[in-house]
C-alpha cells in the first residue's frame, strides 16, 4: 500500500514540475525570445518551484517527512 502512495506523490510532484516549467518556457516564447537554449534554461528553471516545495518539511503533499 505504501508504494502505491509513494507511486501517486511522486507523480503529483513531476506532474507539477512539468506546470511550471512549461509556463517558465511558454512566457519566454511569448515574449520573442527563441533562443532554444533560453528556453531550455527556462524550463530548468521550473524545477525551483517544485523543489523548494519539496524541500520545505511542514508542506503536508509534497514536503520532506
Known amino acids: 500500500m505504501g508504494g502505491l502512495k509513494l507511486k501517486t506523490q511522486l507523480m ?4 507539477s514540475y512539468l506546470r511550471h516549467a ?4 511558454a512566457a519566454l516564447y511569448m515574449s520573442g525570445i527563441t533562443d532554444p537554449k533560453t528556453l531550455a ?7 525551483i518551484g517544485p ?3 519539496a ?5 503536508k ?5
Open 41 to 47: 534554461n527556462a524550463f530548468l528553471a521550473g524545477l
Open 61 to 65: 503533499t509534497f514536503g520532506l517527512k
Open 22 to 25: 512549461a509556463t517558465c518556457a
Open 12 to 15: 503529483a510532484a513531476g506532474l
Open 51 to 53: 523543489l523548494m516545495r
Open 55 to 59: 524541500l520545505n518539511t511542514s508542506d
